[in-house]
């Protein structure tokens, strides 16, 4: 596709559970980032990979929280053990530039509810 | 970690009426991006800047890469209603990728 696509756009699951989150970046694109935004609130880091490894996961919260990109293209987000603080939009960008610096163009976000 | 203070946190204009925001912060940043949110959808691009001291426009917006690579701002001239949203500035640096806490920008018809 043209742009960057995340799937599921919602996702509501209970205290305890295990969810997936899932990017799709821009073709081409090497770099690709996590954020999370809570409400009223500006997004925060949380990974960047560029290409397979992750360049930098100094943002992710705690070890619940897990990101992998197998193939260097899409990436899943992992959250172990769900807790209701966890709820928020789960935001991913990709960019054509290395190093953490650049444009970014963002997806849509996934809004994860834990009950 | 580094921290961005953007102000104002919001602003109720007329249509047709400038606006100014801006962000600061105590670290210097390689990059400065602002950003649209529209609820519901993820951050849309602006304007990007990657020069202390670059003035760039992109139709009706300004934006300024602080000389001290701690600071920038947007303008918006001519204000629309389709300028409503929230506006972000994002500074990139040394390991760092900070966004500002948002201008939510109301338009009045």
């Known amino acids: 596709g043209a742009g960057v696509s995340q799937t599921p756009s919602n996702k509501v699951t209970e205290k305890g559970k295990y969810v997936e989150l899932r990017c799709d970046p821009i073709?081409?694109?090497?770099?690709l980032y996590w954020y999370r935004q809570s409400l009223g609130q500006g997004p925060e880091f949380l990974i960047y990979?560029?290409?397979?490894?992750?360049?930098?996961d100094s943002g992710l919260p705690n070890d619940r929280f897990f990101a992998v990109r197998p193939e260097g293209s899409v990436s899943t987000l992992k959250i172990q053990r769900t807790e209701r603080g966890d709820s928020a939009v789960y935001l991913c960008?990709?960019?054509?530039?290395?190093?953490?610096?650049?444009?970014?163009?963002f997806g849509p976000g996934t809004r994860l509810t834990v009950l | 970690g580094q921290q961005l203070n953007q102000s104002p946190q919001s602003m109720f204009i007329q249509e047709g009426e400038d606006v100014s925001m801006n962000c600061t912060s105590s670290?210097?940043?390689?990059?400065w991006l602002w950003y649209k949110q529209d609820p519901g959808e993820g951050p849309v691009l602006l304007i990007a800047?990657?020069?202390?001291?670059e003035l760039t426009s992109n139709g009706r917006l300004t934006a300024q890469f602080g000389i001290t690579r701690k600071d920038s701002f947007l303008n918006i001239s001519a204000s629309i209603p389709s300028d409503v949203g929230i506006y972000f500035c994002?500074?990139?640096?040394?390991?760092?990728?900070?966004f500002g806490s948002g201008t939510r920008l109301q338009v009045q018809p």
């Open positions: 960008a990709s960019s054509s530039t290395s190093g953490g610096e650049g444009e970014q163009f």
């Open positions: 073709s081409g694109h090497t770099a």
């Open positions: 990979f560029q290409g397979t490894g992750a360049a930098d």
């Open positions: 670290s210097i940043f390689n990059t």
């Open positions: 800047l990657y020069k202390a001291g």
């Open positions: 994002f500074g990139t640096g040394r390991r760092a990728l900070t």
